[in-house]
């Protein structure tokens, strides 16, 4: 310990140095104000002054002190670990000696290997110890070397601070990337925005970070040019699937919804009024065998009063339900020959002649033929006189073409 003492103290510097920002914290031994504590300070202070002061009758004095707490601590010890031997033997009187023992065996390894996991987690037991065996603890302790946690006081991160108006590249969580103009920090004026998942891109007009204006979609499966609202398509345009089928014209939040064309790879071509998606209203088709429908649809189906015109000459003109001739209706044959009446699931089940009862449930005169005949010719004329959007498809797309050429641009620019 004289060894210890002079070497520490040499070991001190005799100039001025730069101390490290924060030391070992004080543990709660250290901290206590307990008798304990102040004798072990008391021992550091001793040690200091032994070789200087203390006779060697006091220095064996303090040993002999010393091992006697050692030895009282023990004594506890066994009387901890012993006690439930005693339990077990009074408790159970009629059990076996053997059994007792090993039992007891058991359980004071167990409490042993207990207090070696816990003896580092728990300050009490660490306390405990360390008051009743100071050196064994003190040199546990000492061995384990904690680093000094420095803190460095200084400027923050600098991160990069970019405008809020101008061009530039955003990435995003997801994979997807716009290239172009910002307002404000978001995506507004021209730019192109990459699908990373989706495999597509969209070139055109953007306002606060949603399609605005014209621009041109490119996907996978399909692409469209046109006009464009709040994200959505909706305006004018024209959509090219991937198997060759195009539709032009209205567009009402991202369906089609208006009066537009749908020309099929088939040859086959519908002309007429759409409403979310889905024929409906009046509307001119043209079969790819040549035979032709005019006249009302409901839910993409042939509904309402038409006409149909087949290939071969012959004509049905009167009412359609779910695709099929139902009500009362006549058809004709490219002999002239005519057959009226009320029909069902396409078939004339009630012909309309003098005949028939008054009574009959179906009873189709010829007046109430020819006024569904009237009324089917009505409804033709007006799907074929609608109103042609090929004018107006051509300029949004020519619209289109041009701002996602901006785009381009403008996508080059921010690169």
């Not at 003896?119 to 603890?137: E, M």
């Not at 619209?399 to 080059?412: L, Q, T």
Request: hydrophobic share 35%; aromatic share 14%; glycine share 10%.
């Amino acid at each position: 310990e004289d060894e210890a003492v002079s070497s520490g103290l040499s070991a001190l510097p005799a100039t001025p140095h730069k101390r490290p920002i924060m030391t070992k914290p004080r543990t709660q031994t250290q901290a206590s104000s307990s008798p304990n504590n102040c004798h072990n300070h008391n021992k550091s202070l001793s040690c200091s002054i032994i070789p200087f002061a203390i006779t060697p009758f006091a220095h064996k004095l303090y040993y002999s002190i010393n091992h006697a707490c050692l030895l009282k601590f023990h004594f506890r010890f066994l009387i901890l670990v012993s006690f439930p031997s005693l339990y077990f033997f009074i408790s159970n009187p009629h059990l076996l000696f053997v059994f007792c023992l090993l039992s007891t065996l058991a359980f004071s390894c167990t409490l042993l290997i207990t207090l070696n996991f816990s003896l580092p987690r728990l300050p009490s037991l660490r306390l405990l110890l360390a008051r009743s065996l100071p050196n064994k603890y003190k040199t546990t302790a000492s061995s384990k070397h904690v680093n000094p946690v420095v803190w460095s006081i200084g400027s923050k991160p600098k991160t990069e601070k970019k405008p809020n108006s101008g061009s530039w590249v955003q990435v995003f969580s997801n994979g997807d990337v716009y290239e172009g103009e910002f307002h404000k920090g978001k995506c507004s004026g021209s730019g192109v925005y990459y699908y990373y998942n989706m495999k597509g891109r969209y070139e055109g007009d953007w306002i606060d970070e949603k399609y605005d204006g014209y621009g041109v979609e490119t996907w996978a499966r399909g692409s469209r040019r046109g006009q464009y609202r709040q994200g959505l398509r909706h305006g004018i345009g024209v959509y090219r699937f991937y198997t060759g089928d195009v539709y032009a014209g209205e567009w009402s939040n991202g369906q089609c919804h208006g009066c537009g064309i749908h020309s099929c790879e088939d040859g086959s071509r519908y002309l007429g009024q759409f409403k979310w998606g889905l024929k409906h209203g009046l509307g001119h088709y043209h079969f790819r065998n040549g035979d032709t429908y005019a006249g009302e649809y409901f839910a993409d189906k042939m509904n309402g009063f038409g006409i149909y015109q087949f290939g071969n000459g012959n004509r049905y003109e009167g009412a359609w339900h779910e695709g099929r001739r139902e009500g009362l209706g006549m058809y004709t044959f490219r002999s002239g020959e005519t057959q009226s009446g009320h029909w069902q699931n396409g078939v004339l089940d009630v012909p309309g002649t003098q005949n028939i009862h008054a009574r009959s449930p179906y009873f189709a005169s010829h007046s109430k033929v020819f006024s569904a005949v009237q009324e089917s010719r009505r409804a033709a004329e007006k799907a074929s006189d609608m109103e042609r959007v090929d004018e107006r498809v051509n300029k949004a797309v020519a619209a289109a073409n041009k701002a996602a050429n901006a785009a381009r641009v403008a996508a080059v620019k921010a690169v």
